[in-house]
């Protein structure tokens, strides 16, 4: 087995190993830290890799919510992974919708028309109350799974949440770290650095920015119903302004340059929320000096100040190996 | 005579009110170099944007090898094998030299939304690449970010992205531009070579390399062809010297 392979699986393992480590409220904690982690990721194959500023990113994540929710208050008799991949379907759509406006545009103009479909949709969820219930929230049931064997995954127990969200979470993160190594991953990244000179080159660059607006918008629509069917309640500030920006502030707090520097940004800001809410009622506040420093700092993020370039890297790891070597 | 690769006729073009283009006609031959002249601001690169479809002209028509195609997008007539390179340095920054041309070869073998198989996997398109590399003479900066290289190098890799996607119809927007006389030479042998039995169509101010590389001249005055032909009747044309080729051509003996 590879170095690689050999991380990857005791990385894993840890990972589904958590319940037994963890207490309950830890573990609740790395739930959430999941779903943010893919959402966070799914929006930075839209901004690092795509060049694409996305402020409405929380779009699909509401319609995964909203989907998932829906489906399962509805359509009795639905299985839990059926929900899912209604989810992501709908994800899917709106992306494909959503994107077919927006990625025309450049830059700004992008941003804002992403963050304008959002609120549309915010606005809808809000007053839609015959369907959304509005303000109040549509509550999800979440079914059990029963799985071969007699053996039924419970969801109101969180190991057992726990484990189908890993799994969920782990194959959307290596559906997308392997489409970002295909040469449609690669026409993403040319959109990045020259779209216009990749259009010269035969690339179509409103087709290419779509496939990847409606990839990104999908997963972002699974990490929303895995949101949904945790909370057990889906409501409108799922797909309002604080969620669009708080994925951004995530990607950048870990380091939108590397592949899953955005899940670790999720992690920290999720650990930092939880520690600083305790501490302080004033935790937004510090939160947003937090965001100001590392914008005006290190925007290359906790991944660009512990990577091989980094300032952090430079002092204690790289000056310390000289002194091994001579020891 | 070679049927004709590129016809335009009639381009006019505007920005804002402002008259660009009135009524290019022009004729570039299969397997020609074809060169176009002009002071700054005659509208060549404007010409250049409207052949390769970054802009739309407002009246006439570009037609390409029998095919109309006016107004198509630009990934559309790029892939019917038409290349271009540009006045200003135009690559994937970030990007080294290999992916760089590694994106040009992707698309030549239409592999663009190839969402399966993975890039760094796949032999035969990293083969052709470093091929590529190989004979633009690039080989030893593969791994080099573009925004790293020499002004010299950088103008090889623009080069080397328009001939990556095997076009039959190469327009190099000033390929010269900027590089002292040995770099300028090396770019000459090298559009030379890479040109082979292609059409060429260029823009270049630089005339000791035009009237070494092209077969045909067509200077550009005003938005309109002020004349066309082989170079011993360009520098001779009174007309074209008086407007720019100016007292330094004068003095060529006639």
């Given at each position: 087995m590879t170095r690689r392979g050999l991380v990857l699986t005791l990385g894993a393992a840890v990972l589904y190993a958590l319940p037994w480590i963890l207490d309950t409220v830890r573990l609740r904690m790395a739930i959430e830290i999941l779903y943010f982690g893919l959402f966070a990721v799914s929006f930075n194959l839209l901004?690092?890799?795509?060049g694409l500023l996305s402020f409405g990113h929380a779009a699909t994540f509401g319609v995964g919510g909203y989907t998932l929710g829906l489906v399962l208050k509805h359509l009795h008799g639905m299985p839990l992974l059926g929900a899912f991949v209604a989810a992501a379907v709908a994800g899917a759509v709106g992306g494909l919708v959503i994107g077919f406006f927006c990625v025309r545009l450049r830059g700004t103009y992008f941003a804002l028309l992403t963050l304008a479909f959002s609120q549309f949709l915010f606005a809808v969820a809000l007053k839609w109350r015959g369907v959304t219930r509005g303000d109040d929230g549509l509550s999800v049931v979440v079914p059990d799974i029963r799985l071969p064997g007699g053996i039924t995954a419970r969801m109101s127990d969180a190991p057992h949440f726990y484990w189908l969200e890993l799994t969920i979470v782990l194959l959307c993160l290596a559906a997308a770290w392997r489409f970002i190594r295909t040469p449609l991953g690669n026409a993403v990244a040319l959109m990045r650095e020259n779209d216009e000179r990749a259009a010269f080159l035969g690339y179509n660059v409103f087709g290419t920015k779509l496939v990847v607006f409606t990839f990104a918008a999908t997963l972002a629509a699974v990490a929303g119903a895995l949101f949904a069917a945790f909370q057990r309640l889906i409501s409108p500030s799922s797909l309002d302004l604080p969620m669009g920006t708080e994925v951004v502030f995530m990607a950048i707090l870990g380091g939108t340059g590397t592949f899953l520097g955005p899940f670790l940004g999720a992690a920290v800001y999720i650990l930092i929320q939880d520690w600083l809410s305790k501490t302080t009622e004033h935790w937004p506040f510090v939160i947003g000096l937090l965001f100001v420093g590392m914008i005006l700092f290190a925007h290359q993020g906790v991944t660009g100040l512990l990577g091989r370039q980094g300032p952090l890297h430079r002092r204690w790891v790289a000056r310390r190996q000289p002194v091994e070597e001579t020891a | 005579m070679a049927a004709a690769c590129l016809e335009l006729e009639n381009i006019h073009h505007d920005f804002g009110g402002l008259l660009v283009l009135q009524g290019v006609a022009l004729t570039v031959r299969e397997g020609e170099r074809h060169a176009i002249i002009g002071p700054n601001g005659a509208g060549k690169s404007t010409l250049f944007n409207i052949i390769t479809g970054r802009l739309a002209p407002r009246r006439g028509r570009v037609v390409y090898r029998g095919r109309d195609i006016t107004g198509a997008s630009p990934h559309r007539i790029a892939r019917q094998r038409v290349g271009r390179s540009f006045q200003i340095i135009n690559t994937f920054p970030r990007l080294t030299v290999f992916q760089n041309v590694r994106s040009a070869v992707v698309s030549r073998r239409d592999r663009r939304l190839d969402a399966w198989s993975l890039l760094d996997d796949d032999a035969e398109i990293t083969h052709e690449t470093e091929e590529l590399l190989n004979l633009l003479g690039l080989a030893e900066r593969r791994d080099t970010p573009a925004s790293e290289l020499s002004y010299g190098e950088q103008r090889e890799l623009e080069i080397a992205l328009t001939v990556a996607v095997q076009p039959e119809l190469i327009l190099l927007d000033e390929p010269t531009a900027g590089l002292n006389a040995e770099d300028s030479r090396k770019a000459v042998a090298l559009i030379r070579r890479v040109t082979e039995g292609k059409t060429l169509v260029m823009v270049e101010h630089d005339m000791d390399v035009v009237f070494t590389l092209a077969d045909r001249i067509s200077v550009i005055h005003y938005g309109r062809v002020l004349a066309s032909g082989v170079p011993d009747d360009i520098r001779r044309n009174e007309e074209v010297q008086r407007a720019y080729l100016g007292r330094k051509v004068r003095a060529v003996p006639r």
């Amino acid at each position: 087995m590879t170095r690689r392979g050999l991380v990857l699986t005791l990385g894993a393992a840890v990972l589904y190993a958590l319940p037994w480590i963890l207490d309950t409220v830890r573990l609740r904690m790395a739930i959430e830290i999941l779903y943010f982690g893919l959402f966070a990721v799914s929006f930075n194959l839209l901004f690092g890799y795509a060049g694409l500023l996305s402020f409405g990113h929380a779009a699909t994540f509401g319609v995964g919510g909203y989907t998932l929710g829906l489906v399962l208050k509805h359509l009795h008799g639905m299985p839990l992974l059926g929900a899912f991949v209604a989810a992501a379907v709908a994800g899917a759509v709106g992306g494909l919708v959503i994107g077919f406006f927006c990625v025309r545009l450049r830059g700004t103009y992008f941003a804002l028309l992403t963050l304008a479909f959002s609120q549309f949709l915010f606005a809808v969820a809000l007053k839609w109350r015959g369907v959304t219930r509005g303000d109040d929230g549509l509550s999800v049931v979440v079914p059990d799974i029963r799985l071969p064997g007699g053996i039924t995954a419970r969801m109101s127990d969180a190991p057992h949440f726990y484990w189908l969200e890993l799994t969920i979470v782990l194959l959307c993160l290596a559906a997308a770290w392997r489409f970002i190594r295909t040469p449609l991953g690669n026409a993403v990244a040319l959109m990045r650095e020259n779209d216009e000179r990749a259009a010269f080159l035969g690339y179509n660059v409103f087709g290419t920015k779509l496939v990847v607006f409606t990839f990104a918008a999908t997963l972002a629509a699974v990490a929303g119903a895995l949101f949904a069917a945790f909370q057990r309640l889906i409501s409108p500030s799922s797909l309002d302004l604080p969620m669009g920006t708080e994925v951004v502030f995530m990607a950048i707090l870990g380091g939108t340059g590397t592949f899953l520097g955005p899940f670790l940004g999720a992690a920290v800001y999720i650990l930092i929320q939880d520690w600083l809410s305790k501490t302080t009622e004033h935790w937004p506040f510090v939160i947003g000096l937090l965001f100001v420093g590392m914008i005006l700092f290190a925007h290359q993020g906790v991944t660009g100040l512990l990577g091989r370039q980094g300032p952090l890297h430079r002092r204690w790891v790289a000056r310390r190996q000289p002194v091994e070597e001579t020891a | 005579m070679a049927a004709a690769c590129l016809e335009l006729e009639n381009i006019h073009h505007d920005f804002g009110g402002l008259l660009v283009l009135q009524g290019v006609a022009l004729t570039v031959r299969e397997g020609e170099r074809h060169a176009i002249i002009g002071p700054n601001g005659a509208g060549k690169s404007t010409l250049f944007n409207i052949i390769t479809g970054r802009l739309a002209p407002r009246r006439g028509r570009v037609v390409y090898r029998g095919r109309d195609i006016t107004g198509a997008s630009p990934h559309r007539i790029a892939r019917q094998r038409v290349g271009r390179s540009f006045q200003i340095i135009n690559t994937f920054p970030r990007l080294t030299v290999f992916q760089n041309v590694r994106s040009a070869v992707v698309s030549r073998r239409d592999r663009r939304l190839d969402a399966w198989s993975l890039l760094d996997d796949d032999a035969e398109i990293t083969h052709e690449t470093e091929e590529l590399l190989n004979l633009l003479g690039l080989a030893e900066r593969r791994d080099t970010p573009a925004s790293e290289l020499s002004y010299g190098e950088q103008r090889e890799l623009e080069i080397a992205l328009t001939v990556a996607v095997q076009p039959e119809l190469i327009l190099l927007d000033e390929p010269t531009a900027g590089l002292n006389a040995e770099d300028s030479r090396k770019a000459v042998a090298l559009i030379r070579r890479v040109t082979e039995g292609k059409t060429l169509v260029m823009v270049e101010h630089d005339m000791d390399v035009v009237f070494t590389l092209a077969d045909r001249i067509s200077v550009i005055h005003y938005g309109r062809v002020l004349a066309s032909g082989v170079p011993d009747d360009i520098r001779r044309n009174e007309e074209v010297q008086r407007a720019y080729l100016g007292r330094k051509v004068r003095a060529v003996p006639r």
